[in-house]
């Protein structure tokens, strides 16, 4: 059963545009929601994160938008770069003794 | 610098055979995890360890061992190796529970 969910497998933006990737999650006891970037051939990179306390997250052109009542947050790029092209995954753990669980990941183009 | 690496970066192994993958960080993290990367599947927990002497299994722990006897290392090993088995590895460390987690650039096993 996978409690993390990316339902969008890719997504394509122009640069400049708004990206808007989406996670959905089943697990009530998640507090703590991560996003992590991956080029090809490199490991993932923290990218933004929120605690379950928040709503929302900003770190110069990212944004995480957490809704825990319908178990759903999102990543906003904006604007969108040629080098936000990459797979992003999304990751939840609980407040207990427990890793990451990791998303499938959803791969972003960014079309010049 | 501090940094956690993995070693080899590609590597090719017949089925049956036992492989050990290294995984070495210098930040001195108590906390080290094993992550496999699969189409389709995104990023799955295989092992876990929390301090030395200390290892837990994951989401798809069968087939796969680790052993921690120093903080540094985590070597994964496949007892033999299985076509299943193809796939990327990630080693990542993490200072604190509550904190994102540093990924290793990977190791990609290919078994025929």
């Known amino acids: 059963d996978q409690q993390v969910k990316q339902n969008s497998p890719s997504l394509s933006v122009q640069e400049g545009r708004i990206s808007i990737l989406n996670c959905d999650y089943t697990n009530s006891m998640f507090d703590y929601f991560l996003w992590y970037k991956k080029y090809p051939a490199e490991g993932p990179t923290f990218l933004i994160s929120i605690s379950s306390i928040k709503d929302k997250n900003e770190d110069g052109r990212f944004t995480v938008f957490l809704n825990k009542s319908a178990k759903h947050l999102s990543l906003h790029i904006v604007p969108s770069q040629p080098g936000d092209s990459a797979v992003y995954f999304c990751?939840?753990?609980?407040?207990?003794?427990?890793?990451?669980?990791f998303g499938k990941g959803t791969r972003l183009s960014v079309i010049a | 610098d501090a940094e956690i690496t993995q070693s080899p970066r590609h590597k090719i192994t017949e089925t049956g055979r036992q492989v050990t993958l290294a995984c070495h960080q210098t930040w001195n993290h108590n906390n080290m995890f094993w992550y496999r990367q699969d189409l389709g599947h995104g990023l799955r927990l295989i092992h876990y360890s929390y301090g030395v002497q200390d290892t837990n299994k994951g989401e798809v722990s069968d087939g796969y061992s680790v052993s921690r006897s120093n903080t540094e290392d985590l070597p994964l090993t496949l007892e033999s190796a299985a076509s299943s088995q193809t796939s990327v590895y990630f080693c990542?460390?993490?200072?604190?529970?509550?904190?994102?987690?540093?990924f290793g650039s990977g190791t990609r096993l290919t078994v025929v």
């Open positions: 990542a460390s993490s200072e604190s529970l509550m904190g994102g987690y540093t």
């Open positions: 990751a939840a753990r609980t407040s207990g003794n427990t890793p990451l669980v």
